[in-house]
């Protein structure tokens, strides 16, 4: 087992991820003004290992990681692979008649603890009396499930840009989160459809 | 990637040193010569400081600056506004990379290469396919072309000039970034849940800006929106607190770039075990395709 001195825990991660949210604008900006490294890379092995990643289960290779930090020309790869394969599972969706887009819902048919079903996808709204927050999960049929490749990261996000749900599913297809804004989720839902995108 | 390095080494120099020449452009359309040549000898001189090939390089191609200027006038005012930061930098590219292909004999040279890779592209593809504007395409085409044409110097071998010159050319692949001036992409952020450890980068960035002084600090705060409460225009901050938008813009990116070096070696500082171990890009590096 290979070290690796930089993965965080999770508490560590938390913490770092709110600062991060808040400063992702800029740290976009700041690594775009990195100069590409002198010494060149191999980009058909950068390919092939990034591709195993998004493809299967296997990690990103350490080195891998190191570039995409490191290299413009590494990451500028590593997103157009991302966007390829998205764009492909969004394609397959369809075809394969997958709920991709929730109507926008009338006021009277929403409640507390909410259940709401599309070809495929099940989205879940449960209110928590003791954390009083609202907890939001996304569960897809296996069919739905396995027309994903296992490294894409799926979100659900609302008509008004509101992202609801973000990151990688479970072994289940399942993915969960707590509601942070002000807004209650009724509100939002009677005001905008919501729809699902990969990453 | 030689010349995205050098793209990107001249990229710096000329936004860091621009700052009076974006601002004429943005009052008046357009530089006189005088200052535009004053400009090209200021960016000649710091890239000689660092001599090396990409400098080199650079600094042949400044003998024909007029593709740059126009792709700056092109952004007219746009180069003072809000995006400023994000629209110099595209703008900048644009300019550079016409001047590149300029340099290299023009589109005429660079078609003819296309003529070449296009077929050989199609061959590689066979006749069922819908698009070859992909990675995964270029990938083969990439293999193909170092098992079949390592002799041929003109070919390109790597994915990254391969999608280059597909994204001038070919169809598939839409619109060439190069003939429109209106686009601004947001600059690209890796996946946070793919990449966890860009969560530490948080942190190093929190600490990158730290190291500032007040007056650059700030003004990165104010224009990412990082200041409770948000200032919600740069232009109503600079009025608000009489400072000239020009210098704004000049720290802004002068700030912007010590924060990219900052991070950087802190990016690398996470990697430092890695060293010594022969990746493939090191094995590649030593043998190199291209």
Redo the contacts between chains.
Sequence with gaps: M???????DQI???Q??????????????????????????????????V?DHLHGDAA????V??????S??A????????A?LAREATQKWRRHGHALEFERRAADSLQDSDRFSASGVTIRLLYSQATERWMISLQLSREAYEDLPP?L?VRVTDGGGMVWL???LDRHGGLDGSWTSDESPQDRLRDHPLSIDF? | MEWRRTRELMRARIVALGGEIFADIADHGTVTDAAWTGFIERVAKQLMQRPGPASDCALSLLGDSRPLRQALEASGARLMGEDAPAIRVVAVRRGLTRMRNAAIGGSEHRAKTWGRLDQISRSVAGPDATNRCTIAHFRLLAEHLREHHASDRNLPRTIITIEEYFAEFCADCGPSALDSDAEVERPFLPVEADLPELARSGRFLEECLSQLEDEPGSFVRVHFKMTDPVEFSTSGYCQRQNIDRRRFYRVLEDALSALSTCLTTKAEGLFEHLTGFQSGSEQWSRNPGN
Excluded: C
């Excluded at chain 1, 290979?2 to 965080?8: A, E």
């Excluded at chain 1, 990681?65 to 490191?70: A, F, G, K, N, P």
């Design positions: 290979v070290s690796q001195p930089w993965k965080l560590e991660r938390e770092a991820m709110t600062s991060s949210r808040k400063s992702s604008n800029l740290l976009a900006h700041v690594l775009d003004r990195q100069i590409e490294p002198e010494q060149e890379f191999d980009d058909l092995w950068f390919v092939d290992a591709s990103l290779p350490d080195e990681v190191r570039l995409i930090w490191t413009p020309s990451r500028s790869l590593y997103q157009r692979m991302r390829e490294g990261n973000e990151g990688a990453f």
